[in-house]
């Protein structure tokens, strides 16, 4: 069963401290999103456009991150009222960059009544809606190697946070994890 709380960003911050955070940033409006991951680079950085678009379309796409406290605090200075993008905290503290790649790439295209269609997951508001209704089957899959996810909440010094219900509570989870 799907699960959700409400937080400020302190969790964030020491997962992100624990180099146990991941950041998925919508550029589709905001430029500097690319611009900020040339600067973190390929190792730290990638579009899940990579591969599945040219590098033209790359810029209005989704960028995957591995957060760190300045990622934050940018997205806290930068785009506090805006729906951002998610975060994400693998089950698996050694899950690399590519890893969550590989994951999160599978849903950007998704078959809906036989058609292919955009699944903007990383926009928080998609994210919570699609949990929402998502059936049991397609949960799991969506969550795979991921204990939480998390988006910009309707107060922006706070974050919804989801899980599916394995005994896991935020409070708890993000603590010893």
Same mark, same amino acid.
């Given at each position: 069963?799907?699960?959700?709380?409400?937080?400020?960003?302190?969790?964030?911050?020491?997962?992100?401290?624990?180099?146990?955070?991941?950041?998925?940033?919508?550029?589709?409006?905001?430029?500097?999103?690319?611009?900020?991951?040339?600067?973190?680079?390929?190792?730290?950085?990638?579009?899940?456009?990579?591969?599945?678009?040219?590098?033209?379309?790359?810029?209005?796409?989704?960028?995957?991150?591995?957060?760190?406290?300045?990622?934050?605090?940018? !997205? #806290?200075?930068? @785009?506090?009222?805006? &729906?951002?993008?998610? $975060? *994400?905290?693998?089950?698996?503290?050694?899950?690399? /960059?590519?890893?969550?790649?590989?994951?999160?790439?599978?849903?950007?295209?998704?078959?809906?009544?036989?058609?292919?269609?955009?699944?903007?997951?990383?926009?928080?508001?998609? !994210? #919570?809606?699609? @949990?929402?209704?998502? &059936?049991?089957?397609? $949960? *799991?899959?969506?969550?795979?190697?991921?204990?939480? /996810?998390?988006?910009?909440?309707?107060?922006?010094?706070?974050?919804?946070?989801?899980?599916?219900?394995?005994?896991?509570?935020?409070?708890?989870?993000?603590?010893?994890?």
């Amino acid at each position: 069963m799907l699960r959700s709380a409400v937080q400020n960003w302190t969790s964030a911050h020491r997962l992100a401290a624990e180099n146990r955070l991941f950041a998925i940033l919508d550029a589709i409006d905001i430029p500097a999103i690319p611009q900020l991951a040339e600067q973190y680079g390929f190792e730290r950085a990638l579009s899940l456009y990579v591969g599945l678009h040219k590098p033209e379309h790359w810029p209005v796409g989704p960028y995957l991150f591995r957060a760190d406290a300045p990622l934050l605090n940018w !997205l #806290a200075a930068n @785009l506090k009222n805006h &729906p951002w993008g998610i $975060l *994400a905290v693998p089950q698996a503290s050694d899950l690399t /960059l590519q890893g969550a790649f590989a994951h999160f790439r599978k849903f950007i295209l998704i078959r809906v009544g036989g058609e292919q269609v955009y699944l903007r997951f990383y926009d928080p508001r998609v !994210l #919570a809606q699609y @949990l929402q209704r998502a &059936p049991a089957d397609k $949960l *799991a899959e969506f969550f795979g190697p991921w204990r939480f /996810l998390g988006g910009a909440a309707s107060n922006p010094d706070e974050l919804n946070w989801f899980w599916l219900d394995r005994g896991d509570t935020v409070a708890n989870k993000t603590k010893e994890s």
